[in-house]
Protein backbone atom coordinates (compact mmCIF):
# COMPACT_ATOMS: atom_id res chain seq x y z
CA UNK A 1 0.00 0.00 0.00
CA UNK A 2 1.39 3.48 -0.67
CA UNK A 3 0.82 5.91 2.08
CA UNK A 4 0.85 9.67 1.71
CA UNK A 5 0.68 11.92 4.86
CA UNK A 6 -2.45 14.28 5.00
CA UNK A 7 -1.92 17.08 7.35
CA UNK A 8 -5.11 18.21 8.58
CA UNK A 9 -7.26 18.85 11.76
CA UNK A 10 -10.09 17.32 9.70
CA UNK A 11 -10.53 13.45 10.26
CA UNK A 12 -14.12 13.73 8.32
CA UNK A 13 -11.45 14.94 5.25
CA UNK A 14 -8.95 11.47 5.94
CA UNK A 15 -12.19 9.45 5.60
CA UNK A 16 -13.24 11.00 2.37
CA UNK A 17 -9.68 11.01 1.12
CA UNK A 18 -9.05 7.03 2.40
CA UNK A 19 -12.76 6.20 0.49
CA UNK A 20 -11.67 7.41 -2.79
CA UNK A 21 -7.96 6.44 -2.80
CA UNK A 22 -8.52 2.71 -1.80
CA UNK A 23 -9.48 1.90 -5.61
CA UNK A 24 -5.69 2.83 -6.22
CA UNK A 25 -4.02 1.23 -3.45
CA UNK A 26 -3.42 4.56 -1.87
CA UNK A 27 -4.21 5.39 1.53
CA UNK A 28 -3.38 8.72 3.75
CA UNK A 29 -2.11 9.38 7.45
CA UNK A 30 -3.46 11.53 9.60
CA UNK A 31 -0.81 13.91 10.68
CA UNK A 32 -1.99 16.49 13.11
CA UNK A 33 1.24 16.89 14.84
CA UNK A 34 2.24 19.65 12.17
CA UNK A 35 0.72 23.23 12.19
CA UNK A 36 -1.40 23.73 8.82
CA UNK A 37 -0.79 27.86 7.60
CA UNK A 38 -3.41 29.42 5.47
CA UNK A 39 -2.24 32.29 3.89
CA UNK A 40 -5.14 34.67 2.66
CA UNK A 41 -5.98 34.17 -0.88
CA UNK A 42 -9.29 33.80 -3.05
CA UNK A 43 -7.75 31.54 -4.81
CA UNK A 44 -7.81 27.61 -3.15
CA UNK A 45 -4.84 26.18 -5.33
CA UNK A 46 -2.46 29.07 -3.39
CA UNK A 47 -3.59 28.74 -0.45
CA UNK A 48 -3.05 25.16 -0.47
CA UNK A 49 0.49 25.26 -2.57
CA UNK A 50 1.42 27.93 0.22
CA UNK A 51 0.33 25.74 3.10
CA UNK A 52 2.33 22.37 1.93
CA UNK A 53 5.16 24.65 0.98
CA UNK A 54 5.54 24.93 4.46
CA UNK A 55 5.01 21.34 5.82
CA UNK A 56 6.83 19.62 3.09
CA UNK A 57 10.09 21.07 4.54
CA UNK A 58 9.14 18.94 8.03
CA UNK A 59 7.91 15.86 6.48
CA UNK A 60 10.37 13.02 5.57
CA UNK A 61 8.00 11.41 2.78
CA UNK A 62 5.28 11.65 0.45
CA UNK A 63 2.91 14.96 1.98
CA UNK A 64 -0.08 16.25 0.67
CA UNK A 65 -2.45 18.93 2.53
CA UNK A 66 -5.96 19.45 1.07
CA UNK A 67 -8.18 23.26 0.93
CA UNK A 68 -11.82 23.85 0.77
CA UNK A 69 -14.68 25.64 0.78
CA UNK A 70 -18.16 26.06 -0.64
CA UNK A 71 -18.65 28.85 -3.15
CA UNK A 72 -22.21 30.51 -3.13
CA UNK A 73 -23.21 32.05 -6.51
CA UNK A 74 -25.85 34.47 -5.23
CA UNK A 75 -23.16 35.81 -2.95
CA UNK A 76 -20.70 36.56 -5.38
CA UNK A 77 -18.69 33.08 -3.93
CA UNK A 78 -18.68 33.59 -0.17
CA UNK A 79 -17.96 32.28 1.96
CA UNK A 80 -15.09 30.36 -0.58
CA UNK A 81 -11.86 30.15 1.28
CA UNK A 82 -13.42 31.34 4.19
CA UNK A 83 -15.91 28.64 4.93
CA UNK A 84 -14.19 26.89 7.90
CA UNK A 85 -14.01 30.31 9.76
CA UNK A 86 -17.84 31.13 8.63
CA UNK A 87 -18.91 27.80 9.56
CA UNK A 88 -17.35 28.26 12.87
CA UNK A 89 -18.58 31.68 13.69
CA UNK A 90 -21.52 32.11 11.81
CA UNK A 91 -22.55 28.47 11.15
CA UNK A 92 -24.77 26.94 8.62
CA UNK A 93 -28.08 29.00 9.57
CA UNK A 94 -26.06 32.28 7.94
CA UNK A 95 -26.19 31.31 4.81
CA UNK A 96 -29.45 30.01 4.20
CA UNK A 97 -30.18 33.72 5.96
CA UNK A 98 -28.70 35.11 4.10
CA UNK A 99 -30.18 33.31 0.95
CA UNK A 100 -33.83 34.52 1.60
CA UNK A 101 -35.17 35.77 -0.90
CA UNK A 102 -32.18 34.98 -3.81
CA UNK A 103 -33.21 34.69 -7.01
CA UNK A 104 -30.53 31.34 -7.43
CA UNK A 105 -29.38 29.37 -4.71
CA UNK A 106 -26.84 27.38 -6.72
CA UNK A 107 -23.43 27.21 -5.73
CA UNK A 108 -20.01 24.87 -5.50
CA UNK A 109 -17.94 23.03 -3.40
CA UNK A 110 -14.04 23.38 -4.69
CA UNK A 111 -11.08 21.29 -3.44
CA UNK A 112 -7.62 21.73 -4.04
CA UNK A 113 -5.02 18.79 -3.39
CA UNK A 114 -1.50 19.76 -2.90
CA UNK A 115 1.07 16.92 -3.16
CA UNK A 116 5.21 17.55 -2.60
CA UNK A 117 8.10 15.43 -1.72
CA UNK A 118 12.01 15.95 -0.54
CA UNK A 119 11.23 19.11 0.60
CA UNK A 120 9.38 20.49 -2.62
CA UNK A 121 5.82 21.32 -4.12
CA UNK A 122 4.81 18.70 -6.85
CA UNK A 123 1.72 18.87 -8.17
CA UNK A 124 -1.80 20.30 -7.36
CA UNK A 125 -4.93 19.13 -8.06
CA UNK A 126 -8.28 20.26 -8.14
CA UNK A 127 -11.86 19.46 -8.36
CA UNK A 128 -15.79 21.16 -8.25
CA UNK A 129 -18.78 19.92 -7.24
CA UNK A 130 -21.50 21.81 -8.28
CA UNK A 131 -24.76 21.98 -6.73
CA UNK A 132 -27.69 23.73 -4.70
CA UNK A 133 -28.19 25.43 -1.42
CA UNK A 134 -31.38 23.51 0.15
CA UNK A 135 -33.73 25.29 2.13
CA UNK A 136 -33.66 23.81 5.08
CA UNK A 137 -30.41 21.54 6.70
CA UNK A 138 -31.02 17.84 5.95
CA UNK A 139 -29.21 14.77 7.38
CA UNK A 140 -26.63 14.29 10.12
CA UNK A 141 -24.02 12.35 8.38
CA UNK A 142 -20.49 14.27 7.14
CA UNK A 143 -19.12 17.76 8.61
CA UNK A 144 -19.33 21.61 7.53
CA UNK A 145 -22.19 22.82 5.30
CA UNK A 146 -22.93 19.29 4.58
CA UNK A 147 -26.56 19.18 5.60
CA UNK A 148 -27.55 22.31 3.41
CA UNK A 149 -25.35 21.35 -0.17
CA UNK A 150 -27.13 19.02 -2.45
CA UNK A 151 -25.61 18.22 -5.84
CA UNK A 152 -27.51 18.85 -8.67
CA UNK A 153 -28.16 15.47 -9.77
CA UNK A 154 -29.89 14.55 -6.58
CA UNK A 155 -32.37 15.85 -3.95
CA UNK A 156 -29.71 14.08 -1.27
CA UNK A 157 -27.62 16.40 0.54
CA UNK A 158 -24.00 15.14 1.44
CA UNK A 159 -25.34 14.89 5.31
CA UNK A 160 -28.10 12.53 3.80
CA UNK A 161 -24.97 10.57 2.38
CA UNK A 162 -22.78 7.72 3.36
CA UNK A 163 -19.21 8.14 2.69
CA UNK A 164 -19.70 5.74 -0.21
CA UNK A 165 -22.19 7.78 -2.04
CA UNK A 166 -20.98 11.13 -1.19
CA UNK A 167 -17.33 10.21 -2.54
CA UNK A 168 -19.29 9.63 -5.84
CA UNK A 169 -19.68 13.56 -6.05
CA UNK A 170 -17.14 15.19 -3.97
CA UNK A 171 -15.05 17.79 -4.98
CA UNK A 172 -12.64 16.12 -2.84
CA UNK A 173 -12.90 12.84 -4.29
CA UNK A 174 -12.30 14.14 -7.27
CA UNK A 175 -9.35 15.82 -6.42
CA UNK A 176 -7.65 12.87 -4.55
CA UNK A 177 -8.51 10.57 -7.51
CA UNK A 178 -6.86 12.92 -9.73
CA UNK A 179 -3.85 12.90 -7.55
CA UNK A 180 -3.94 9.10 -7.65
CA UNK A 181 -4.50 9.04 -11.23
CA UNK A 182 -1.26 11.43 -11.60
CA UNK A 183 0.89 9.54 -9.29
CA UNK A 184 -0.16 6.43 -10.63
CA UNK A 185 1.06 7.07 -14.27
CA UNK A 186 3.82 9.64 -13.35
CA UNK A 187 4.79 10.87 -10.35
CA UNK A 188 5.96 7.35 -9.15
CA UNK A 189 8.10 7.11 -11.59
CA UNK A 190 9.91 10.52 -10.74
CA UNK A 191 10.41 9.11 -7.36
CA UNK A 192 12.04 5.88 -8.52
CA UNK A 193 14.40 7.75 -11.07
CA UNK A 194 14.86 10.12 -8.04
CA UNK A 195 16.12 7.00 -5.60
P1 LIG B 1 -7.74 21.54 7.76
O1 LIG B 1 -7.46 22.97 7.36
O2 LIG B 1 -7.10 21.15 9.06
O3 LIG B 1 -7.44 20.57 6.65
P2 LIG B 1 -10.50 22.47 7.78
O4 LIG B 1 -11.80 21.79 8.04
O5 LIG B 1 -10.21 23.74 8.53
O6 LIG B 1 -9.33 21.39 8.03
P3 LIG B 1 -10.34 24.01 5.33
O7 LIG B 1 -9.45 25.04 5.92
O8 LIG B 1 -10.01 23.49 3.96
O9 LIG B 1 -10.38 22.70 6.25
O10 LIG B 1 -11.80 24.56 5.40
C1 LIG B 1 -12.78 24.08 4.57
C2 LIG B 1 -14.14 24.39 5.14
O11 LIG B 1 -15.09 24.37 4.06
C3 LIG B 1 -14.60 23.33 6.13
O12 LIG B 1 -14.30 23.66 7.46
C4 LIG B 1 -16.11 23.28 5.88
O13 LIG B 1 -16.75 24.28 6.63
C5 LIG B 1 -16.21 23.62 4.40
N1 LIG B 1 -16.17 22.37 3.60
C6 LIG B 1 -15.20 21.98 2.74
N2 LIG B 1 -15.47 20.77 2.23
C7 LIG B 1 -16.63 20.39 2.76
C8 LIG B 1 -17.43 19.25 2.64
O14 LIG B 1 -17.07 18.22 1.90
N3 LIG B 1 -18.55 19.19 3.34
C9 LIG B 1 -18.94 20.21 4.13
N4 LIG B 1 -18.24 21.33 4.32
C10 LIG B 1 -17.09 21.43 3.64
Redesign the pocket.
Known sequence: MIEFDFV???QF?ID?ANSALAQYGIQVRKRDDIE?I?IQSTDLETIASAALALVVQKVKGKVV??????FVHALNGFPGPY??FV?DTLGIDSILKLLDGAKTRKAE?R?SVAYGEEGKLVAVFSSVTEGNIVTQPRGSN?????PI?APIWTQKT?AEMEMKEKSVY???SKAFSKLALWYLNEGSKKAKIKS
Do not use: I, Y
Open positions: TGNKEKEVEDSGLSSFFSGFGFDFFSHR
